[in-house]
């Protein structure tokens, strides 16, 4: 399974923020539209990803202020990326790796979308759980008499 399979199902409606908006408006967003992520975008560029855990660091690091903190100080400025063609498991083990939440998908610099652990993580369940009921449907239409001619 490719990351186009999940974006295929997910849908590719993405929400982004430019390093000079300020912190509390990106905070905005991604609360109006309960998301984890904002993909920081300059001149039609990723140059970072903003999710709840910098938006945290930074409100702890201020002293449990804002201000007018802007997205560009608080952003993980080296984001990990994937392609539209890169495996499943390949992107587990990046995201595992890099303790890493959210991961934009760029097609040759073109954000393309972004997947979750969790869109990840339901995409193996649902593969598992296909093939447990291919898997069982195949044990149910077993020839009766396929197993007593080779013993």
């Not at 997910?10 to 430019?18: P, V």
């Not at 984890?36 to 938006?55: A, D, I, P």
């Not at 890493?100 to 649902?126: E, H, I």
């Not at 593969?127 to 009766?144: T, V």
Request: proline share 3%; glycine share 8%.
């Amino acid at each position: 399974m490719k990351v186009s399979d999940i974006l295929r199902v997910k849908g590719t409606t993405l929400y982004t923020a430019t390093p000079e908006d300020l912190l509390s408006q990106a905070m905005n967003v991604m609360s109006d539209n309960d998301i984890g992520s904002l993909v920081v975008m300059s001149h039609g560029k990723v140059v970072g990803m903003l999710t709840f855990r910098e938006v945290i660091k930074t409100i702890v690091k201020n002293g449990g202020n804002v201000g007018t903190t802007t997205v560009w100080k608080a952003m993980d400025d080296g984001p990990l990326t994937c392609t539209m063609e890169t495996e499943l498991d390949e992107v587990r083990r990046m995201m595992l790796e890099r303790h890493a939440r959210y991961m934009p998908v760029l097609d040759k610099m073109m954000l393309m979308g972004v997947v979750s652990f969790y869109d990840v993580a339901r995409a193996v369940v649902d593969s598992q759980n296909f093939e447990n009921k291919m898997l069982k449907a195949y044990i149910r239409d077993w020839p009766a008499g396929e197993d007593d001619e080779k013993g």
